[in-house]
């Protein structure tokens, strides 16, 4: 691998080998001396086109971990605003030596795009509506952590689907482990292509989370919505929103898991949130170790 760009065009080996990894990571996390040397000559970018707290500080501690060199470049404060283009900013960043970048881009594709263009490694911190492959991968490791294995669990995705790259890459990496997987969103934040996968879908969020294994909450992308696809926030909340009494319905043993940031009151209420089958602060933990192993196996020549 030379790039990570996506869950749909990453082998099933690849994924596993990657947890692997992130587990012995997550081993050094929980050391109190915490520094490695793995990437002590290696250089780190992350070049942020959109708005980032945990993604671009979880790469960035990574990389510091792992003793690299490291610079973080906001498009909003870079050259790009004098109107550099994505691969003349790319090819700056080869000529600075850098080994991997780490992209975040309004435009899907772009990470794929840079890719082509430059020497350095690639990894995809979110595209578009197209795909997130390192939040997918915590979230397989979180649960992977707690339940052994994502075979034959029922997973339900529930919330924002239609601009969602989160769950674009949780179909394409969970359903490569075996999992089965119910989307539900109102019908007018639910991608056209749906009925063409192989995930179950439902209006119906009572019934999604019944049984579930694991319910991973979406957050409502307001930003992207190009018009009111619901009615109201607090007619979305009591319909679709992670409450205590839907989250009853699920396993006993289920976990709640939401990618971040959260908006209490509208996808899920405070009460769900802080609740004990919640993972939402482990899944933020353990995205450092996800991405520690992905900046090792990637600069491993
Ligand atoms: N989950 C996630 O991508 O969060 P940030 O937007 O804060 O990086």
Aim: charged share 25%.
């Amino acid at each position: 691998m030379k790039d990570l760009v996506g869950l749909r065009e990453t082998e099933t080996a690849d994924i596993e080998n990657i947890l692997s990894v992130a587990a012995e990571m997550k081993k050094i996390l929980n050391q109190n001396v915490k520094k490695t040397n793995h990437l002590s000559n290696k250089s780190v970018a992350t070049l942020f086109y959109e708005n980032s707290t945990r993604t671009k500080t979880s790469f960035e501690i990574a990389a510091k971990f792992m003793g690299a060199a490291l610079s973080g470049i906001s498009a909003a404060q870079s050259s790009v605003q004098k109107g550099e283009s994505l691969i003349d900013t790319g090819k700056t960043l080869d000529a600075l030596c850098t080994d991997v970048i780490i992209i975040r881009h309004n435009a899907s594709g772009a990470p794929h795009f840079l890719a082509k263009n430059v020497k350095a490694s690639v990894i995809n911190g979110g595209d578009g509506m197209n795909e997130h492959p390192t939040q997918a991968l915590l979230d397989m490791f979180t649960v992977r952590e707690e339940k052994g294995a994502l075979k034959d669990l029922n997973v339900t995705i529930i919330g924002d689907v239609k601009h969602s790259r989160v769950a674009r890459s949780n179909i394409w990496g969970m359903g490569r482990l075996g999992a089965n997987i119910t989307l539900c969103a109102p019908d007018t934040l639910l991608p056209k292509d749906i009925a063409r996968t192989s995930v179950r879908v439902t209006t119906d969020a009572d019934e999604a989370v019944r049984g579930a294994d694991v319910v991973i909450g979406l957050r409502l992308q307001l930003e992207r919505m190009k018009s009111g696809l619901i009615p109201s926030i607090n007619e979305y909340n009591e319909l679709f929103g992670l409450s205590e009494r839907r989250m009853a319905l699920a396993d006993k043993d289920a976990m709640l898991l939401h990618p971040g940031p959260i908006n209490r009151g509208a996808e899920i209420d405070g009460g769900a949130a802080d609740a004990p089958y919640s993972f939402i602060e482990r899944q933020v933990t353990n995205g450092v170790a996800v991405r520690m192993a992905l900046l090792f196996l990637l600069t491993r020549g």
